[in-house]
DNA sequence: CCCCGAAATTAACATTTGTTAATGTCATTT
DNA sequence: AAATGACATTAACAAATGTTAATTTCGGGG
């Protein structure tokens, strides 16, 4: 288990209440994972509760339309937690598919084995009310800009809050996490370049 | 406290990790509170740290934009949880409204206040997690249905899983919600109409 | 070095949505 | 009963998006 969670550690020391004591059971329950760009992390249908903390690369969850088009729900980069929702939160398969753009590496905990872990050690629960908290302010967030914001603006926003991962994907993965298709997000980009050299 | 908060405690006595005895200093720290129709809850700026629990009527969270249009992020009916996320996930001023569409019967917690009754009975954690949780798990549908499908299937969809609620809110919350106007939804409505009757 | 395939762009057209304004509807008030 | 105000519908036009297909770009594999 002595691998590279500089960061993560780092993230959660400074959840105050949480000794760097406290936490040795925690680190005990985790292993780290590398996947290589292209591969899948969980598969649709998959019942496996994982959660991770990512140390590197980008992982994408969507969903697979009726069509067979694909809908990416959001991507994870560096720092960021990545859950199977499904699996987690409701206690079903999963309903999403969870890819590496990039290679990944992270540090991956099965969820009952953090429920074990919580359950012994009761001072760590401040850390499972802090990544929900993180993915439920990030997904209201998502959810402001869909109702307040028209998708040339939500992709300059995204532009703006992540832009260095935005240059790192695919723009068809960018379009269907704004909502429109890859033509469409293509005239928004045009558009943009068009009035800025104006 | 005496109040009728019988939903509110059949909900919470399906969460088995906690035990009815468990929940007195709970529900010593909270209150019933009234609104009328058209009542405000919460207001933008707002620091106050709210959790509730709505036993009757329908609470609209919404952002004032730029152009002083509002945007509603969603409505909370019966049997669901309303939280100031600002001020209780970002521990900062409410960017959002809280306001009652309909008379609103609800039980509160001051969510510092909820934190204090936590520590001092770390078994009831599980219940921060489950309303976490619960509202989560509504943030990522939504944004699930915002990329797979287009204004007049989220309608339809709305429909089905929450007709009851649509029929008692004026459409132009409804439209906000799903991201459109209030002229585009009354196209789509009429769109359906005539599809259906053919 | 060339070929291939994935991705992005562009084009053309249909559909939908935004915008503004007028009209209709309905409940409440006066 | 008339007037008011909020909301929904409709109309007309502009703008944006969806769809399909062709074209271009670009990097990797042979």
């Known amino acids: 288990m002595a691998v ?26 985790t ?4 996947l290589d760009a292209g591969e899948t992390y969980i598969r649709e249908g998959d019942s496996a509760r994982k959660l991770a903390y990512l140390e590197k690369g980008i992982i994408r969850a ?8 694909e809908a990416t729900l959001f991507l994870r980069c560096e720092g960021q937690f990545i859950a199977s929702h499904d699996t987690i939160i409701r206690q079903r398969p ?11 590496i992270m540090v991956e905990i099965d969820y009952d084995q ?6 012994e050690n009761p001072r760590l629960e401040p850390l499972r009310s802090y990544f929900l908290q993180l993915m439920l302010a990030e997904a209201l967030d998502s959810i402001e800009a869909f109702v307040t914001l028209s998708p040339e603006e939500r992709y300059l926003q995204l532009l703006e809050s992540r832009g260095d991962m935005v240059n790192r994907v695919p723009d068809k993965y960018i379009a269907s996490m704004l909502g429109v298709t890859p033509v469409s997000l293509s005239r928004i980009r045009k558009r943009i370049h068009s009035r800025g050299k104006q």
Do not use: H, W
């Open 114 to 119: 953090l429920e074990a872990v919580l359950r």
């Open 31 to 34: 292993r780290q994972v590398k």
């Open 4 to 29: 590279s969670m500089e960061t993560l550690q780092n993230l959660l020391q400074q959840l105050n209440t949480v000794s760097p004591s406290d936490m040795a059971p925690l680190f005990a329950a």
């Open 62 to 69: 969507y969903a697979v339309m009726n069509n067979g088009d």
């Open 94 to 104: 999963s309903r999403f598919i969870y890819r590496a753009l990039e290679d990944v």
